[in-house]
């Protein structure tokens, strides 16, 4: 059993297209979160959620709209993609927020053409 | 705000050889810290991680590391590499809200 999967792994799409990544987590844990990877390894947080609950929402562009429907689960949709958002996506766990150790899914390469 | 720096942005070591991978911080109170591994197409694995107490600290796949806080430091090291220690190390700190990483040091492993 996978502990933080995400899907889908690979998203190739055009331009100004809108798309959607999920999570989901089997630790039971409280904690979830959305880092992104630049292309030179550099990892931003984005958004984090405890218990359904929005706590972290950095300097990110309001097209990335992120949705906690319980707690073992957290997407990110997207709309109007642009070239910049090309990234790899990835979503962790924590036990509880602010308690670091955290789970990483295998991430999503998101390439925008 | 707190930051965590890897001085080093390319590693290569012989196999067999030790390593040292190194980590500072910046942060007023003692630091949450933690050292992850990417490897190629992976997500991120914690190696270990230090709260408190032993100032060295042992972790999975023969890693330690070492809290400093004279020298705000967390260095990562293993007494004799692998090939398959080949990957991307990431350095962290716990913030208030979020785990802050460091750029990442990506290790090479030469036969």
């Known amino acids: 059993d996978t502990a933080v999967s995400q899907t889908p792994k690979y998203l190739v799409t055009q331009m100004g297209n809108d798309k959607s990544i999920k999570c989901e987590q089997n630790l039971g844990h409280d904690t979830m979160y959305w880092y992104k990877q630049d292309s030179k390894k550099f990892l931003k947080i984005m958004f984090s959620?405890?218990?359904?609950?929005?706590?972290i929402n950095e300097t990110v562009p309001n097209r990335f709209s992120p949705k906690s429907p319980d707690k073992a689960h957290l997407n990110l949709h997207i709309n109007s993609l642009e070239l910049g958002d090309s990234a790899v996506y990835f979503c962790a766990s924590s036990p509880r927020q602010g308690q670091g150790g955290y789970t990483f899914g295998s991430g999503t390469r998101l390439t925008v053409v | 705000a707190q930051s965590v720096t890897q001085p080093d942005i390319h590693i290569t070591v012989s196999e067999g050889a030790s390593l040292e991978l190194r980590c500072n911080y910046s942060?007023?109170?003692?630091?949450?810290l933690f050292w992850y591994v990417q490897s190629p197409g992976q997500g991120l694995q914690l190696l270990l991680k230090?709260?408190?107490?032993?100032?060295l600290v042992q972790g999975i796949k023969g890693f330690e590391a070492e809290f400093k806080r004279s020298q705000s430091s967390f260095n990562l090291r293993k007494p004799s590499v692998h090939w398959s220690d080949a990957a991307e190390y990431f350095c962290?700190?716990?913030?208030?809200?979020?785990?802050?990483f460091g750029s990442g040091t990506r290790l090479q492993v030469q036969p």
């Open positions: 959620y405890n218990n359904k609950e929005l706590i």
């Open positions: 962290a700190s716990q913030g208030r809200r979020a785990l802050t």
């Open positions: 942060y007023g109170a003692t630091p949450y």
């Open positions: 230090y709260f408190s107490g032993d100032t």
